[in-house]
């Protein structure tokens, strides 16, 4: 959902005219104001906490649901149709549905095996050996969540073992680090240092990201090696996702649809993700 498009609640008026979260500069704390200048980061008031938490376990809750569904036989379009019902039945909306340029065609993203991220869902029924990423984010009362999760279907190969184990570990490790002051580089500085031990390669295309009140904000929230010197302060709300290759890390973007991202040498690919919060005292996973 944009500014401009036409408010959840039908009023007929655009977002930002009706229930868009207010993040004025007059209700802001000093450290608020600075980030938002300095970097563009929405430092989120407890008004806003509360609002990203329900939607963070609402979007948890459609995706242990829709994952519990995945197995052999069953289609990702029958997936998307059934997360797209849980959204509808708790009055919020699946914030992929129309997304982006092009606009994303479905509910959720459903990755199978080679594809980093941004499968599109379809009629091909799964099969005994797949791995697959559901990918669920949630706009709840204007507020967004964002998860995804790995589901094996039946026996899997060693490289989809190992990629959906290396994926999770990184993840865990990389939330298990958050705290006011951590500089965001040392986040995927924990993220590839593991899974290079590991033999695994980090995706470098595709990146965490605040969200909350939008479905991207900033900051970008890099799963590599990089030099993003800016220290996490409570409030700071965005996601990890880490995307781990048994192969070479570069992929493709599909050509016809524009959106699903291969690996370049059809090696698989796996991604689990959280939003988190970062507190006081560390950090809170919302999207449990």
């Known amino acids: 959902m944009k500014r401009n498009d036409p408010c959840w609640c039908g009023s007929g008026l655009k977002w930002k005219k009706c229930h868009y979260p207010k993040i004025g500069t007059q209700q802001q704390t000093p450290l608020a104001e600075n980030y938002l200048k300095k970097y563009g980061i ?45 959204h509808v039945e708790a009055g919020a909306i699946p914030a992929p549905l129309g997304y982006g340029e092009p606009p994303f065609p479905k509910s959720i993203c459903t990755s199978l095996n080679d594809v980093i991220c941004h499968g599109i869902p379809d009629d091909i029924p799964l099969k005994d050996g797949d791995i697959l990423n559901i990918d669920v984010t949630s706009i709840l009362d204007g507020y967004y969540g964002d998860c995804s999760y790995m589901v094996a279907i039946g026996k899997v190969d060693p490289d989809k073992k190992l990629v959906m184990e290396v994926s999770q570990e990184c993840l865990t490790r990389a939330i298990g680090i958050l705290k006011p002051g951590l500089m965001i580089y040392e986040i995927g500085n924990a993220i590839e240092s593991y899974a290079v031990s590991r033999g695994c390669s980090v995706v470098n295309q595709f990146v965490g990201h605040g969200t909350g009140i939008e479905f991207h904000e900033p900051p970008q929230v890099p799963h590599h090696y990089n030099h993003l010197k800016i220290p996490l302060v409570p409030g700071m709300t965005f996601t990890i996702e880490p995307m781990i290759n048994a192969g070479v890390r570069s992929g493709y973007i599909d050509p016809k649809n524009q959106w699903t991202a291969h690996t370049n040498d059809g090696k698989p690919s796996a991604q689990y993700e959280h939003t988190v919060l970062i507190t006081e005292e560390g950090y809170e996973v919302l999207t449990i």
């Open 42 to 86: 929405i430092i989120k008031s407890a008004s806003h906490m509360e609002g990203i938490r329900r939607a963070c376990k609402l979007a948890a809750m459609i995706l242990r649901k829709t994952c519990e569904m995945a197995q052999a036989g069953v289609t990702t379009n029958a997936l998307n149709d059934y997360a797209h019902r849980l």
